[in-house]
């Protein structure tokens, strides 16, 4: 092999590494954009991720908040504890109100009632109203809304204490 034959065979491997390099550089874009496409559209803060309701002292005991972003209600219960209720329905997912005047949960489609605690009182619903789990973090109410809980029934330990 002379010394111009090793020259030439230089310049090609260059060259081939070259376009092995381009080629890495286009599928490494492509498959960053595909990943990107592919990822949940979770906005961080919204339904579906962990939601800052307040401060803990912006909900007064005896109060129902709702907090659309999350669509959930801080229910504050009479004894200072704290409920995260998912306002969907658990009959056939419409949103549920509270009323104010009723003091209660009333769904307008068929009419399930629930308690400030989410319990059932009446209605085609099978369960109680769904709990999302709450962590009190510098003094703020934080959210799960990606982990919602069913509950066949309530009980006192689903509220959150300070
Ligand atoms: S969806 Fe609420 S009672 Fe049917």
Same mark, same amino acid.
């Given at each position: 092999?002379?010394?111009?034959?090793?020259?030439?065979?230089?310049?090609? !491997? $260059? #060259?081939?590494?070259?376009?092995?390099?381009?080629?890495? &550089?286009?599928?490494?874009? =492509? @498959?960053?954009?595909?990943? !990107? $496409? #592919?990822?949940?559209?979770?906005?961080?803060?919204?339904? &579906?991720?962990?939601?800052? =309701? @307040?401060?803990?002292?912006?909900?007064?005991?005896?109060?129902?908040?709702?907090?659309?972003?999350?669509?959930?209600?801080?229910?504050?219960?009479?004894?200072?504890?704290?409920?995260?209720?998912?306002?969907?329905?658990?009959?056939?997912?419409?949103?549920?109100?509270?009323?104010?005047?009723?003091?209660?949960?009333?769904?307008?489609?068929?009419?399930?009632?629930?308690?400030?605690?989410?319990?059932?009182?009446?209605?085609?619903?099978?369960?109680?109203?769904?709990?999302?789990?709450?962590?009190?973090?510098?003094?703020?109410?934080?959210?799960?809304?990606?982990?919602?809980?069913?509950?066949?029934?309530?009980?006192?330990?689903?509220?959150?204490?300070?």
């Amino acid at each position: 092999m002379n010394k111009q034959e090793t020259s030439k065979v230089s310049r090609r !491997q $260059f #060259l081939g590494m070259a376009w092995a390099a381009s080629l890495v &550089g286009l599928f490494g874009q =492509a @498959g960053a954009a595909m990943l !990107q $496409f #592919l990822k949940p559209r979770m906005k961080p803060g919204g339904f &579906g991720s962990k939601v800052i =309701a @307040g401060q803990v002292e912006e909900f007064k005991p005896g109060t129902i908040s709702h907090v659309r972003a999350g669509r959930f209600y801080i229910s504050r219960l009479e004894d200072g504890g704290l409920l995260a209720l998912w306002h969907r329905c658990t009959h056939l997912g419409c949103t549920v109100p509270w009323r104010d005047d009723e003091g209660l949960f009333h769904c307008p489609c068929h009419n399930s009632i629930f308690t400030t605690e989410g319990d059932l009182v009446s209605g085609p619903a099978p369960r109680p109203m769904d709990l999302f789990p709450i962590e009190i973090v510098d003094g703020q109410v934080v959210v799960d809304t990606g982990n919602p809980i069913e509950r066949a029934e309530i009980n006192p330990s689903d509220a959150t204490y300070i």
